[in-house]
């Protein structure tokens, strides 16, 4: 069946880059566009970038100057690199799967903690 | 961008009441609007697409509708497990935005 999963250090340093995995099996990463979604805690969902199916990407106006978003299809994975992190960069990150009919799979979310 | 505007915020309510959550884009989206449920875990799942269709495995009691830049999710009856937040979310026009979110919670 499909599933995402997040992964990455629960704790980054201020200043320092974010980096984030995830991981998709059930589905090809050729065929589907995969979504990074961030949660600050207490408010609500941000859309930061996309993946697409042909390895075409597109950002937020508001991280691109610091967001980067990869893939390596032979594993199945899409990474997230954020640099110059910020406290107000702390939340959950999601995962998520694109289709005609809206996000139609996420994954359970990787906590980060931006703190010295 | 479009913004998504949802309301209420905060939404007390009992078991068995019916409720609506509104959300209102900043401009026409066609229906291209979708709705989302939070989990206190943090799991979000998929509720409905284009406005009022449900993803599959969601129960009857939701329910989606509008037009233009007015749109609504209703729960015809509360269940126990339906205390959560709602996200509408539109894709009518790139980048995709989310509304703030409703939280439903019990009275």
């Known amino acids: 069946q499909v599933q995402l999963k997040e992964s990455g250090p629960g704790l980054v340093q201020p200043s320092q880059t974010l980096s984030l995995t995830c991981t998709v099996s059930?589905?090809?990463?050729?065929?589907?566009?995969v979504h990074w979604v961030r949660q600050p805690p207490g408010k609500g969902l941000e859309w930061m970038g996309r993946m697409r199916y042909n390895g075409d990407t597109s950002y937020n106006s508001a991280l691109k100057s610091r967001l980067s978003i990869s893939r390596d299809t032979s594993k199945n994975q899409v990474f997230l690199k954020m640099n110059s992190l910020q406290t107000d960069d702390t939340g959950t990150y999601y995962c998520?799967?694109?289709?005609?009919?809206?996000?139609?799979?996420w994954g359970q979310g990787v906590m980060v903690t931006v703190s010295s | 961008d479009i913004q998504m505007t949802q309301s209420p915020s905060s939404l007390p309510a009992s078991l068995g009441e019916r409720v609506t959550i509104s959300c209102r884009a900043s401009?026409?989206?066609?229906?291209?609007l979708n709705w989302y449920q939070q989990k206190p875990d943090g799991t979000i799942k998929p509720l409905i697409y284009?406005?009022?269709n449900l993803q599959s495995g969601v129960p009857s009691r939701f329910s989606g509708s509008g037009s233009g830049t007015d749109y609504s999710l209703t729960i015809s009856s509360l269940e126990p497990e339906d205390f959560a937040m709602y996200y509408c979310q539109q894709d009518a026009s790139f980048p995709p935005t989310f509304g703030g979110g409703t939280k439903l919670e019990l009275k």
């Open positions: 284009y406005t009022s």
């Open positions: 998520t799967r694109d289709e005609d009919w809206g996000f139609d799979y």
């Open positions: 059930g589905f090809s990463l050729t065929s589907y566009n």
């Open positions: 401009q026409g989206i066609s229906n291209n």
